[in-house]
């Protein structure tokens, strides 16, 4: 810490950083443009300039104290012992108010029907500088604007050339076609032409520009000022990483998601699958009413039930003499899961998983629990100095740890940096100081993907080359390891020169995860975790990083840990068909999605009625026996433990509208139908969890993920509405003249209603960041320990999982070099290809993300192709099993020899059985879609 005087009083900061940053974190107000906490700086913007004084000392004279100082930029100045300064100097205030002014000679006068109004950073900007009535009456220059695709508007007018959205994009997120074009006035910041935005991070360009050139394409179509959403801290559904958003909402409908900022998750940015995803939750064709399949002479139809019905239908189905059994899901939450498992009994619940995906996820959570490593939050992967990533496309099925992957590829800069002598904020000097190089990044996949970029070398190939890569890779770090067999030279060299680089680092990273759907995959990644776990110098646990499929897979495999063996879909057919079963119950899972049709076609004829709950209408809740509708993210509460078993929680922003409630309540009900005992009944979500840590030694700590419902400061609960809020008098005037009573939410500390405490809150129940002068998204620092650091109490949520340092285990557990077991005997192996847009159930259903999601697709290899006589734009039928399924054909060397290549997870690809061995056909009653072409950046097929 060093000492400096800021306008006559003397503060204590860390050393090392720069002026701006240093201010900031005091909480004191300095304007600014082109600066941001993740990218650093380049002093382009001249707004945030304050006098530094130069006092010197004379030996005859005596001390000398400067009284005129001298302009400086202080996201340029670096601190020091004995600085003094002034933000308040009329020199520094003035000159401040003249780069506004300067500004806005081109600015439009558009504030009012800006979608950026109300949370603009210029708008603060210029009321900060005191610069508040425009003198320039000349022509203003104006640009055409361009389409960006369904995410992003373009109004290029509102132009201040930051350059801050080119930083992001291209040196932060990898995007390569938003550009900088022209030069001083006309200077243009877009694409060479009107198109889609392809950077899977495109979206941040809403909360990074600081006006309004960038906005949200997706809330354009239901406005509303952010004074007038109702927010609520809540977590992103749509991946394992349980990114922290806010969603906004106004007239019961969802209108946005925003970053959330969080240290440890996700720090200032998400991906645009969890910004843009968010639209199921808005369908018209949502589940609203209870509804139960009905058979009429002409064919099976649903009937909407009423309440009274609904209490009819459940005693019938799962009534107190009822046999029952509870499929689970991993999209569902703790409390949910839980209660159902409950009510069935732990031996008659299952995870809702294949016994393969069953299978992975609890390898992963052993591993994780047993060894001798450490799960990483996205910060540390970002101070990673090498990383091994075997068998995971983790663009598409962990976007925002690829995001942070491209930060570490420039740790490397930072150490040239250091001999140099450059501060790590100088951003421009650091990357020029690092030219061409990069942090050691080694990618092992089944295919090219979207980081390749930054990689010192690349392998594809299929997943059990992979995992002998991965086995060979621990071998060479520890002897003790076992090695493979088969091996060629290049992975034996390749092996070689990755373990030189992981055992020279002090901080190496693995990855790897579910994506490829091999055992071995996973397994060689946990023996090369442990043998650098294992060395002499290494002073910490390994860091140990697997990709889940969703958002609470981890918390459902840590309940699922303690229960029976084999809790797989499999087994619920063996019981359905064999036990005395009267009813099955599923929670939030499209069964199809998840086995063979063929495999759920059974459960269907077993004779068993079948309760399902869910959001939407997918296709095994059109065939449910009863159908209960169940709350989105938005509309309740909830804890999830994402992929680093960090457990969070997320709550309602707006109650649900109609018969929806929440799947726990649901449950609820049903065991009180059962035991005819309302005392059995959980009322508040609080008891729901507290009853889940107290039965599961594993989630023990998930009620510190947040403060309790009966939580208050100062006697008050926290207000999900802005203080600005406006029209609740209103809002309802055309259905009653009377103002209802706002909504009393019983399940958590925070309030329906702008009424609320005030000051500083617990960082799990902010819902929005907002302070005097800063309304918008850069307010955050207000709510930071430090910039870039912590939040103010600590960041949302409890880790659940700590690495076991115990000697013995660091030496003794190694997996054998085994290969995994492929079912079938076809001539094809089957290989997933995951998509950030299209394989994910929730996202798909948003309009935004089916606009960019895949046709249903094979890619194969040239020589494979001609083996079937097929060529790109033809039909390819795969049969598994009695089953068939076309797809249209992409010829590509991008793919393993002998091996199809399936995008995953789309409504015609989701169930198939991958690393499994098939036969393929030409399909030649196929019609080629016009103009098919391919795109192998992104493994898309589009016309």
């Not at 663009?395 to 930072?414: D, F």
């Not at 500390?749 to 960082?763: D, N, S």
């Amino acid at each position: 810490m060093v000492s400096i005087e800021i306008d006559n009083r003397i503060y204590q900061v860390p050393e090392g950083g720069n002026l701006l940053q240093a201010c900031l974190s005091l909480g004191l107000d300095l304007p600014y443009f082109c600066w941001h906490p993740a990218m650093g700086s380049v002093g382009a913007c001249r707004q945030c300039a304050v006098i530094q004084y130069h006092d010197r000392h004379d030996e005859v004279e005596g001390d000398q104290r400067d009284e005129q100082g001298r302009l400086v930029m202080s996201c340029m100045t670096p601190v020091s012992e004995g600085m003094r300064i002034s933000i308040d100097a009329k020199n520094a205030q003035d000159f401040r108010s003249d780069v506004i002014e300067l500004l806005m000679t081109n600015h439009p006068h558009d504030c009012p029907v800006c979608e950026e109004g109300g949370e603009c950073h210029l708008q603060d900007m210029t009321e900060m500088s005191g610069y508040t009535q425009r003198k320039y009456r000349g022509k203003k220059r104006t640009h055409r604007n361009q389409y960006l695709g369904p995410f992003i508007n373009h109004e290029m007018n509102r132009c201040i050339a930051c350059y801050r959205c080119v930083r992001y994009y291209q040196d932060y997120a990898g995007g390569h076609d938003l550009e900088v074009m022209a030069a001083h006035n006309h200077v243009y910041f877009g694409r060479h032409e009107d198109g889609v935005l392809e950077n899977e991070f495109s979206g941040n360009l809403v909360e990074v520009c600081p006006t309004g050139v960038f906005t949200d394409r997706t809330l354009s179509q239901h406005y509303a000022r952010k004074w007038d959403l109702q927010t609520a801290p809540s977590i992103c559904v749509h991946c394992a990483q349980g990114c922290n958003t806010s969603p906004g909402e106004r007239y019961g409908t969802l209108r946005r998601v925003v970053n959330r900022y969080n240290s440890k998750v996700n720090g200032y940015f998400l991906c645009d699958r969890g910004r843009f995803g968010y639209g199921f939750v808005n369908r018209q064709d949502r589940v609203t009413h209870a509804q139960c399949l009905s058979e009429t002479d002409a064919d099976s139809v649903r009937e909407t039930l009423s309440r009274g019905e609904t209490r009819e239908a459940l005693l019938n189905a799962i009534g107190s003499e009822k046999r029952l059994l509870g499929v689970g899901s991993p999209r569902a939450s703790l409390e949910a899961n839980f209660a159902l498992r409950e009510m069935v009994g732990a031996e008659n619940f299952y995870s809702g998983l294949s016994r393969k995906q069953q299978g992975l996820q609890q390898s992963i959570i052993d591993i994780l629990r047993t060894r001798p490593v450490r799960v990483p939050d996205l910060a540390e992967v970002e101070r990673a100095d090498a990383v091994l990533i075997l068998g995971e496309d983790v663009m598409n099925t962990s976007p925002r740890l690829a995001l942070s992957l491209r930060q570490t590829a420039h740790i490397a800069g930072e150490k040239i940096a250091d001999e140099l002598r450059i501060p790590h904020w100088q951003d421009a000097a650091v990357r020029e100081a690092l030219q061409s190089g990069k942090t050691p990044i080694y990618i092992a996949s089944i295919a090219r993907t979207r980081i390749d970029d930054i990689a010192a070398q690349t392998y594809q190939d299929h997943p059990q080359a992979i995992a002998q890569l991965g086995f060979a890779i621990a071998n060479a770090i520890d002897s003790n390891a076992p090695f493979p067999d088969q091996l060629t030279d290049v992975q034996q060299q390749l092996a070689q020169d990755i373990a030189g680089v992981l055992t020279s680092a002090k901080n190496p990273l693995v990855i790897s995860g579910t994506g490829c759907q091999s055992l071995a995959v996973i397994e060689a990644a946990a023996n090369v975790a442990t043998a650098l776990s294992g060395r002499a110098d290494s002073a910490n646990a390994t860091r140990l990083f697997y990709c889940l499929a969703e958002s609470n897979s981890m918390g459902l495999g840590l309940l699922t840990s303690e229960g029976q063996d084999d809790d797989s879909l499999e087994r619920v057919i063996e019981r359905l068909e064999s036990d005395q079963t009267d009813t099955l119950v599923v929670l939030e899972n499209d069964l199809f999605r998840r086995i063979g049709a063929d495999q759920v076609e059974r459960i269907l004829n077993s004779g068993k009625q079948l309760v399902m709950l869910d959001q939407l209408k997918n296709e095994l809740a059109l065939r449910a026996d009863l159908l209960l509708p169940v709350a989105t993210f938005a509309e309740a509460e909830g804890t999830l433990v994402n992929s680093s078993g960090r457990a969070q929680r997320s709550f309602a922003v707006y109650q649900p509208k109609d018969d929806v409630r929440g799947s726990w309540e649901w449950i609820s009900d049903m065991i009180t139908l059962r035991q005819g005992d309302e005392q059995s009944r959980w009322e508040h979500l609080d008891e729901v969890t507290q009853s889940c840590a107290d039965a599961v030694a594993a989630l023990a700590p998930i009620v510190d993920a947040a403060p309790a419902a009966d939580y208050r400061i100062q006697g008050m609960k926290i207000g999900r509405q802005p203080h600005r809020y406006s029209g609740r008098t209103a809002m309802l005037a055309d259905q009653n003249v009377s103002e209802p009573k706002q909504p009393v939410d019983e399940d958590s500390a925070l309030a329906f209603t702008m009424e609320g405490f005030p000051g500083e809150k617990p960082a799990a129940l902010t819902p929005f960041y907002w302070s005097p002068g800063w309304n918008s998204n850069q307010s955050v620092h207000k709510f930071q320990q430090e910039i870039n650091g912590p939040l103010k109490g600590g960041d949302p949520g409890v880790r659940l999982i700590e690495p076991d340092e115990s000697a013995e285990l660091a030496v003794a557990q190694w997996f054998d070099a085994t290969e995994d077991q492929q079912e079938g005997q076809g001539d094809w192996l089957l290989l997933p290809a995951y998509h950030i847009f299209g394989s994910e159930e929730l996202s798909a259903q948003s309009e935004p993300i089916a606009e960019r999601a895949s046709v249903p697709y094979v890619t194969l290899r040239a020589d494979s192709a001609n083996s079937l006589g097929v060529q790109t734009g033809d039909g390819l039928q795969l049969w598994i099993g009695e089953q068939a399924v076309s797809l249209e054909v992409q010829v590509s060397d991008d793919c393993p020899g002998g091996a199809l290549l399936v995008a995953a997870g789309l409504p015609k690809t989701a169930h198939l059985p991958f690393l499994s061995r098939i036969n393929a056909l030409k399909d030649s009653s196929w019609t080629r879609r016009p103009e098919a072409s391919v795109f192998l950046s992104d493994k898309k097929v589009e016309s």
